[in-house]
Nanobody, 112 residues
């Protein structure tokens, strides 16, 4: 079992920044991909960014490239999502994912 707990969401004005955190506990995480997804009201959940637990390879959705950065701290079993230049289209509940495990989500609201 793996538990994922997201934090860092909130209300921010357009152009602002937030950093989300996802703390993992339980079974040791190793050599796999962790990702951030988001789900906006009335829309399907979409992939935002992924990072491998070893190495530095990261992938991003086109809509967030150049604005969001995914990173990890292996010692803390934590993955981060630094979000800059936020706009109202980024408003969503953001979820952390590892294999078939999901966190409870953290809400991000960007006001115009």
């Amino acid at each position: 079992q793996v538990q994922l707990v997201e934090s860092g969401g909130g209300l921010v004005q357009a152009g602002g920044s937030l950093r989300l955190s996802c703390a993992a506990s339980g079974r040791t995480i190793s050599n796999y991909v962790m990702g951030w997804f988001r789900q906006a009201p009335g829309k399907e959940r979409e992939l935002v960014a992924t990072i491998r637990w070893t190495g530095d390879r990261a992938t991003y959705a086109d809509s967030v490239k150049g604005r969001f950065t995914i990173s990890r701290d292996n010692a803390k079993n934590t993955v981060y999502l630094q979000m800059n230049s936020l706009n109202p289209d980024d408003t969503a509940v953001y979820y952390c994912n590892y294999m078939n495990y999901w966190g409870q989500g953290t809400r991000v609201t960007v006001s115009s």
